[in-house]
């Protein structure tokens, strides 16, 4: 081969590899560059699922409303101090007394970042049948993510049991604009039981300022309420 050739056979080839080639990415559906694993990991924002703690159900519980309608609560903790889920899907059951399925609630809740979140299905309609257990998983593989909690902060818890009512100030000090946040509420008895659960929306929390949450309930409680616990469901 002369010369010319070669140097033309050079030329062709490094054409063909800067038009081909391309730098690693998290999206490629590849392991390569820095990552532990396909897309996750490293210099990817998504973490590799063997590097996170799975969530930790604590507890499970409905509660009656008003007749033939409850309401569906449970609680997670996520231990993973650094990273968060932005969309996990789960599912509630409620069963009778005979293990028989009288109904199913579908939806999806964030995780925050180091915190316990409360997740709330209300005006779950049973009919005349009355649930005995409760069912509550996540139905499938949860997508984790790098990120520290977000500085959101609920202050002047203000109950009033026998209006069956609470009302708490949230503050915001992420340093941005919050829209559509989360807020879970659970009301315990005196032997930190959990009686009540609701769930409500701030649309909106500009920077810096902070809003009022709101949370009633229709009919008298199962026990005295003692003590409310609020969590806001942030996210980075």
Request: hydrophobic residues 40%; contains cysteine; charged residues 20%.
């Amino acid at each position: 081969m002369s010369t010319t050739g070669a140097i033309i056979l050079i030329v062709l080839a490094g054409s063909a590899y800067a038009i081909f080639w391309k730098s690693p990415s998290c999206s490629d559906g590849k392991q390569n560059g820095s990552e532990r694993g396909m897309d996750c990991g490293g210099a990817c924002q998504r973490i590799c699922k063997e590097d996170a703690r799975a969530p930790v159900v604590l507890w499970k519980r409905s509660f009656e409303v008003a007749g033939g309608v409850y309401s569906a609560a449970a609680f997670i903790e996520n231990n993973n101090k650094d990273s968060y889920v932005r969309s996990a899907p789960y599912t509630f059951k409620l069963f009778d007394a005979n293990n028989l399925l009288i109904a199913q609630r579908d939806g999806r809740t964030a995780l925050s970042p180091g915190r316990s979140t409360i997740v709330v299905e209300t005006g779950i309609g049973t009919g005349n049948r009355k649930p005995a257990h409760i069912f509550f998983e996540f139905t499938s593989e949860l997508r984790w993510e790098k990120g520290v909690l977000p500085r959101i902060e609920v202050n002047n818890i203000n109950p009033d049991f026998v209006q069956r009512k609470v009302t708490a100030e949230v503050h915001n000090n992420t340093g941005r604009e919050v829209r559509d946040l989360p807020i879970s509420i659970v009301l315990y008895s005196a032997n930190d039981t959990a009686i009540a659960a609701s769930q409500s929306t701030i649309g909106r929390i500009t920077k810096g300022s902070s809003e009022n949450v709101v949370f009633t309930w229709p009919n008298d409680f199962t026990s005295t309420p003692v003590r409310a616990e609020i969590i806001p469901i942030a996210l980075p």
